[in-house]
């Protein structure tokens, strides 16, 4: 049975949010050309900084050769549980406005905001997401021929969730280990306190 986590939170947020998370049991399932495709729209519907849009993705379903490139940048501990992902999508942040020359302070907020929309979509067709930062950088901005403003941000693996048993250690106990976060005192200076 598919092992899947639900947030245990301290107030009612919505069940989109507690029920996100980033396993790393991919069954290998096929995603279909239409629900990446509804996935990555979902993504552009973000907000930006001045409605710049700065995000790029680049997709690559299992089985074709730009996936096993993509492949062949991640960092050894992330390959053994990418092996069944049906996809993976680059993520790319635009860092300039657009005449190519003004630094956009914003564009990665915007894409990682962006990838969020990306995530949610995708778990609520049942299609689950793992957001790495773990690759080689300049091997992807080669193999992709990226221009001087165009950044690789997150490589995304996409596939439908199965069983941690079938994950190899550590993962399989990283896959079954609860989602803790920390408390909103931690992370919180300070807030205004109305009253009820």
Sequence with gaps: MKHLKTALTHYPVADSIKNR???RSFS????????LNTILEAATWSFSAINEQP????????????????????????KPWNKQASAFVVSLAKTTFADGIT????????????????TLQANSMDIYTHLMGGFDRAKVAALLQLEADIVPVVIIALGYADEAEKLEEPFKTRELTPRIRKPLSEIIRQTAHGKN
């Design 103 to 118: 630094p956009n302070g914003s564009a990665q907020h915007d894409v990682g905001a962006a990838n969020m929309l990306l």
């Design 28 to 35: 290998g399932e096929p995603i279909t050309n239409d629900n």
């Design 21 to 23: 998370w980033s396993p």
């Design 55 to 78: 995000w790029r993705y680049v997709a690559a379903q299992k089985g074709t050769p730009l996936f096993d490139q993509l492949f062949d940048t991640l960092a050894a501990g992330n």
